[in-house]
């Protein structure tokens, strides 16, 4: 890296254990509990690009040993930067390649299928997504929400996100279909995160 | 341990990476006694101090093969100078050991010798003799093996003295 590159670091966690750790505990909550949108604590200093919580949650997960893909908008930004100075995870220019995907709002999101999978034997294999949207609602009362039903879930629950592809809930079916493999998702905006794990199904509200 | 980089083509490399390579030598009195303003004040750390284990890879007669020659514990820093802006140079350091106070003060002066202002100044204060103590070091180690130093040519003409004394 060389000076141009430093110039617009900022710093990592405050406190990098205690830091890695309230955003890890905090995602597997949001894994445990599909569909609610949970508080990140952000207790870092964060890039000028992407979303706060987006970039505090890979903060915290990424490390040296995984690879990771970024979407056009960030991929040349001060995020890129900052994530692969803290963490030193390697850049892959193939979203297909990557452990973990990073997609900033606005950006075309790569087809789910076309990620990694993992296998059968090794379905822990497959990529994590960290998709960046408008805003997310757990109460949803006016139509247009997804219905979200599975492990972790009680019954059902609704969920509302602005800001994903038309197709994602017809993508996501067919990632649901492909368990044990297929991809997991985090969704991001600025201060809350939602997660939905593979075995989620997801229903619009035409179909429920 | 840094023979090639001091002696081949060392023109080639920018300013920065010829006192990055000093600063890495340094011993820490000396980055202290030239840095004494910045020595109680916490910088604003990017990475603080942290030791490693970086593979040394070697080449024999610096040409041949490369293959790993062993393991050196290694501390590295990156930081910005309190009260410095959020774009302000970054300094960082690497040295070896686990001495983290060197580290921190040898970011301390990459970051200053990033500012034209202060490069002079700190050019006179701290790489002259860090450069002069270097040589020393280098001079009493290369005297150290002189001692032992053993001249092979002159072994073989005494044999060959030998030989002719028998001979007539």
Redesign the interface.
């Given at each position: 890296m060389n000076?141009e590159v430093?110039?617009?670091?900022?710093?990592?966690f405050d406190h990098e254990a205690y830091g890695s750790q309230a955003v890890f505990r905090t995602a597997l909550n949001a894994l445990s509990h599909p569909g609610r949108a949970l508080d990140l604590p952000l207790n870092t200093a964060l890039p000028r690009q992407g979303h706060a919580a987006a970039a505090a949650l890979l903060l915290g997960l990424v490390d040296s040993d995984t690879a990771l893909w970024l979407s056009p908008g960030l991929a040349s930004s001060d995020a890129a930067t900052w994530l692969r100075?803290?963490t030193g995870c390697t850049w892959v220019s193939d979203p297909s390649e990557a452990h973990f995907i990073w997609v900033a709002q606005g950006d075309a999101l790569p087809e789910l299928q076309s990620l990694r999978q993992g296998t059968d034997a090794y379905p822990d294999q497959s990529a994590t997504c960290v998709i960046e949207v408008q805003s997310l609602h757990s109460e949803v009362t006016e139509t247009g929400g997804w219905t979200l039903q599975g492990p972790g879930i009680l019954g059902q629950c609704k969920l509302q996100v602005q800001g994903l592809p038309a197709d994602f809930s017809k993508q996501w079916a067919r990632n649901h279909a492909s368990f044990p493999c297929g991809v997991d998702v985090f969704l991001a905006t600025a201060a809350h995160i939602v997660g939905l794990p593979r075995t989620t199904r997801l229903f619009t509200s035409e179909e429920a | 341990m840094f023979q090639a980089y001091d002696h081949a083509e060392s023109s080639s490399k920018t300013e920065?990476q010829k006192w990055m390579a000093l600063l890495a030598r340094a011993p820490q009195p000396m980055l202290d006694l030239a840095l004494t303003a910045h020595a109680e004040v916490q910088p604003?750390?990017?990475?603080r101090p942290e030791t490693g284990l970086m593979m040394v890879q070697g080449r024999a007669g610096g040409t041949g093969e490369r293959f790993n020659l062993g393991e050196v514990t290694v501390t590295r820093c990156?930081l910005r100078l309190a009260q410095a802006a959020?774009?302000a140079?970054?300094g960082?350091a690497y040295v070896l050991g686990r001495n983290h106070r060197q580290a921190h003060m040898a970011a301390v002066a990459d970051a200053l010798l990033?500012d034209p202002a202060q490069r002079a100044d700190l050019e006179v204060t701290l790489l002259a003799p860090v450069r002069r103590h270097l040589l020393h070091q280098q001079a009493q180690r290369h005297a150290r093996a002189q001692t032992t130093k053993v001249d092979f040519l002159t072994v073989a003409r005494e044999a060959g003295d030998g030989e002719e004394g028998e001979t007539s």
């Open positions: 000076t430093l110039q617009n670091l900022v710093a990592g100075f803290h | 920065r604003q750390w990017l990475r990156a959020d774009d140079p970054v960082v990033q």
